[in-house]
Each structure stands twice: as C-alpha cells, then as structure tokens.
C-alpha cells in the first residue's frame, strides 16, 4: 500500500492541520442518472417497500398492459453542479483547507464542463465515473482530470466502449488515458457487487481487471458510502497490488463526501502525480462513524426530500425520477402519474416524508447505534 496514510478526523492529533488543501473525489450531481433497479433489493428487506412496490407493479399493468420493469428507469441526484461542487467546497473550507473539487456523474461531463464555463479551467478538473463492462459484471473507474481541449472526444470514446465493450480495447484506452498529463484513473469501490453475481465471483472478476491493466490503474477507492468491511477488503486489495488507496466520497445527496484527501498540492495535476507515484493521505471525515445503515437510511430519506429551488424545477422526488416507456418515450413519475401516484406509492412516499423530520432521523439513528462496528 505504496506511502497510504489514513487519518481520522476525530483524532486528538488533528491530522489536517498538516495540510494545506483538502480534495473531494467522486460526488454526483443532478446528470447522473442512477439505476432504478436497486429497488427491488430494498423491497426484500423492507414490507412497505415491497408492499407498494407490488401495488406499483399491478397498477402499471393495468394501465399499460406490459410488467413494470425498473431495469428501464432511473433517478436523478438533486443538486445542480454549482450547489453539489458549494457542499463539498464548504466542508473542506470549513476545516481551513484549500478545496479541490472533483465531480464525477456516471459516463457525463457536463457538470464539470458547465462549472468550469463558470469558474474558469484551473479550478475545476473535467471527471467522470465511466461504467466499465467486464465479464459477467461491470465495474466504475473515477476518471479524473481530462484536458479540457480533448474531454469531449474522450467522452465519447468512452460511452463507446460501454455500450459495446470489447475487452481487448479496454487495455489501450487505459494505457492512453495514462499517458494524458495530469489525469487520474481510480478502480471505485472494486469489492461492491452491484450485479449481484456474488461476491467471490465479483472479486474474480476484479482481480482479472487488476491483472490485466493494473499498472493503468492509479489507486483503489475507500468509499465513503460503502461499509468498513468492504473497504477493509479494499485495503487489503490495494496492498496485494501495490496500490496506494484513495478517497471517494460517493455523495449522491447533501451529506458532504465522508472520506477526503489531505495534500500540499496546489492543484489537481501536482495531486494526481502523487497519487501516481503512491502517496496518498485519505481523511475519514466524523461522520463515517455513524453506523452505515443509519447514513444510508438518511440519504434515501434526502432522495426523497422536497427541493424548492431545484434549478430545473425538479422540486418533488416524483419529478426527478424517470421511466422509458415501451414505445421508447421518457417520461418522469410526475408526468406519468398525472392525477397523483398510485395510492401505495404515496403512502410510502408519505412514510418517507415523515421519517424525515428531525425527530425521527434521531430516533433511527439511535435504534442502529452499534448496528456496525464503525469504532475504528
């Protein structure tokens, strides 16, 4: 584990007052657009989910004549570029570090580009979280830092792939992206089985991913939203592979990214170099000691929150929610359920609205205490 360092912010020693910036890596804004599917996982393991998810089903079918399948929807993050890259910013400058804001969409880059419209380009690395097919799975690399005069065609060269992933390609685009100065590509949450074929099989499949193109690989990913199981695996991954070990955050909401890095940088290239020559200093920030069921449960409750100043109006969760019907027309929940959602739908909606007060994130919060053993 090449020069890795992990520092914790609630460490009497006060780790980041050695540092003079603080980076963010890997958050979402609202041009992600996030699988559906993981729907059917909570609905295993919650009655009202499960319950207004069959409702859901038969209602579709009803009207639609055709399965309701949510492999064809999507939600989308709440925050606008600016307002995601401001949380992130905040909490670093609320430390007294300089921040370095890396945001990744799935396979877009829009976000990074209309800020650095904005911002200018030297504050602003151009990044991604491309979906890598591979075998009987897929994987996410964090693609850091492209030139901007060629982020464009890059990104197109990716979806390329993603779309028809010829593994005998993936080798040379690494290697190419490796040679662009000042790039970064990190292996995200390598050990998360999201196809759910099993997480021997997964880590197969990760490990021939590491064999394969390894040396184009810059770091392994601590996430911030993954348990410290996994990311213990992770660093074990990443020493096996004489990897140094990064932070991700993962933000998808408003919490602000639970893991950072500390450097002496002054900009993102000077960072990823090194990175690249394997030093790396990951921050866990306070709030990665809330149990991981708690912070997850929190973050679904933020999905579903109201946001009165989304800046395209997507105020309700029903408007940031998306489905492709059969005739290939995409609609949003909103405009598919023109006279309101089916009646399970808002009752769960309406759970979720309720178990977002204050008091009852306090009283979730409490009954998880201990859940996972996060005391590190």
């Known amino acids: 584990m090449n020069g890795t360092r992990i520092h914790f912010q609630w460490s009497a020693e006060k780790p980041q007052a050695k540092f003079g910036t603080a980076v963010s890596l890997h958050s979402h804004t609202l041009h992600s657009r996030?699988?559906?599917?993981?729907?059917?996982?909570?609905?295993?393991?919650?009655?009202?989910?499960?319950?207004?998810?069959?409702?859901a089903e038969a209602r579709y079918q009803f009207l639609h004549g055709v399965p309701l399948d949510l492999r064809r929807g999507w939600w989308a993050p709440?925050?606008?570029?600016?307002?995601?890259?401001?949380?992130e910013f905040d909490q670093i400058s609320s430390m007294g570090l300089a921040p370095i804001v890396s945001l990744t969409d799935h396979d877009d880059i829009e976000?990074?580009?209309?800020?650095?419209?904005i911002e200018g380009p030297q504050n602003i690395p151009i990044s991604v979280e491309w979906t890598v097919p591979f075998r009987n799975t897929f994987f996410h690399l964090g693609v850091h830092n492209l030139p901007p005069s060629r982020a464009r065609a890059w990104m197109d060269q990716l979806k390329a792939f993603t779309e028809r992933p010829l593994e005998s390609d993936l080798r040379a685009i690494l290697a190419s992206l490796h040679a662009e100065p000042g790039?970064?590509?990190?292996?995200?949450?390598?050990?998360?089985?999201?196809?759910?074929i099993g997480t021997e099989q997964h880590r197969s499949s990760a490990i021939a991913l590491l064999s394969q193109c390894g040396q184009y690989l810059h770091a392994i990913e601590l996430n911030g939203l993954r348990p410290?199981?996994?990311?213990?695996?992770?660093?074990?991954?990443a020493r096996d592979w004489a990897k140094p070990v990064i932070s991700g955050g993962?933000?998808?909401?408003?919490?602000?990214?639970?893991?950072?890095?500390?450097?002496?940088?002054?900009?993102?290239?000077?960072?990823a170099a090194e990175i690249r020559d394997g030093w790396s200093d990951v921050l866990l920030a306070s709030h990665y000691r809330t149990s991981h069921v708690t912070r997850v449960f929190h973050n679904i409750l933020d999905v579903f929150r109201t946001y009165e100043n989304h800046q395209l109006g997507w105020t309700d969760w029903s408007d940031r929610v998306f489905y492709t019907l059969h005739d290939g027309?995409?609609?949003?929940?909103?405009?598919?359920w023109e006279d309101g959602p089916p009646f399970s739908v808002g009752v769960f909606a309406g759970f979720m609205h309720f178990a977002g007060q204050p008091s009852m994130r306090y009283a979730v919060r409490a009954a998880a205490l201990g859940a996972e053993n996060v005391l590190l």
């Open 228 to 237: 410290w199981r996994e990311n213990s695996s992770a660093i074990r991954l």
């Open 183 to 196: 790039t970064l590509t990190v292996f995200n949450h390598p050990l998360w089985d999201e196809m759910g």
């Open 250 to 271: 993962d933000r998808h909401v408003i919490e602000p990214n639970a893991t950072l890095n500390l450097t002496n940088a002054r900009g993102f290239g000077e960072f």
């Open 111 to 117: 976000a990074p580009m209309s800020l650095q419209a």
């Open 78 to 87: 709440p925050l606008a570029p600016r307002d995601a890259y401001a949380v």
């Open 34 to 55: 996030e699988p559906l599917d993981f729907f059917y996982r909570i609905a295993k393991k919650c009655a009202p989910a499960r319950w207004a998810l069959r409702r």
């Open 329 to 336: 027309t995409i609609l949003s929940l909103s405009q598919l």
